[in-house]
């Protein structure tokens, strides 16, 4: 259990900030920001024609964290941080440049 340490943490911290972003966008009445921002993977996937991949995209996006803990988790936080930073920024990025606005 101590070895999956932030894996677990992510896993955790996912449930809830699933639900914020949801409550941000209001049944479609409210803003994507949130979700465009936290879950940029599940956001690039609205933009896919192809159901079986947006489908993809939503596993992944609910995966991110979990997956960014077990790279903590195996490379370390020092080294693994860098990256999971630069990763996310660039999906967020390309989830912004698709939504079209800021």
Same mark, same amino acid.
């Given at each position: 259990?101590?070895?999956?340490?932030?894996?677990?943490?992510?896993?955790?911290?996912?449930?809830?900030?699933? =639900?914020?972003?949801? %409550? %941000?966008?209001? #049944?479609? +009445? #409210?803003?994507?920001?949130? @979700?465009?921002?936290?879950?940029?993977?599940?956001f690039?996937? @609205?933009?896919? &024609?192809?159901?079986?991949?947006?489908?993809? %995209?939503?596993? =992944?996006?609910? $995966?991110?964290?979990?997956?960014? #803990?077990?790279?903590? &988790?195996?490379? #370390?936080?020092?080294?693994? $941080?860098?990256?999971?930073i630069?990763? +996310?920024?660039?999906?967020?990025?390309?989830? %912004?440049?698709?939504?079209? &606005?800021?």
């Amino acid at each position: 259990m101590r070895k999956y340490k932030y894996t677990n943490l992510f896993g955790i911290i996912t449930i809830p900030l699933i =639900f914020i972003c949801i %409550f %941000f966008a209001g #049944g479609g +009445h #409210g803003t994507y920001t949130p @979700i465009a921002a936290v879950f940029p993977l599940g956001f690039i996937g @609205i933009f896919l &024609d192809n159901e079986r991949i947006a489908t993809l %995209f939503y596993i =992944f996006a609910v $995966l991110q964290f979990p997956i960014f #803990g077990y790279v903590i &988790d195996k490379y #370390g936080l020092k080294k693994a $941080l860098p990256f999971i930073i630069l990763v +996310h920024s660039l999906l967020v990025v390309i989830a %912004f440049l698709l939504k079209g &606005d800021f």
